[in-house]
């Protein structure tokens, strides 16, 4: 996998997002990486941002939540987002 941002990102899971994002920042945090690599760099962390942000609503979407009844007791569970 290359850090060229044209690179589709669509196709990655959130851990493999997440991996290739969190190694782009620790080279930019170096400070060793040249310039125009650093642009190229900065710009395909954004769209791995923009994945794992993709990411984690549609999964916050699934979560469920557990329903409660009058007396506060539970009474199964209710998707989180029932829309």
Avoid: H, W
């Avoid at 310039?35 to 999964?59: H, P, T, V």
């Amino acid at each position: 996998m290359t850090d060229a941002p044209n690179d589709d990102v669509s196709n990655l899971t959130f851990e493999a997002a997440l991996q290739e994002l969190e190694r782009i920042v620790g080279r930019l945090e170096q400070g060793q990486v040249p310039l125009e690599e650093s642009i190229e760099n900065y710009r395909r962390g954004e769209a791995l941002k923009a994945r794992c942000d993709e990411l984690l609503k549609r999964a916050e979407a699934r979560v469920e939540t557990i329903a409660t009844g009058a007396d506060g007791a539970p009474k199964g569970v209710a998707p989180l987002d029932p829309g």
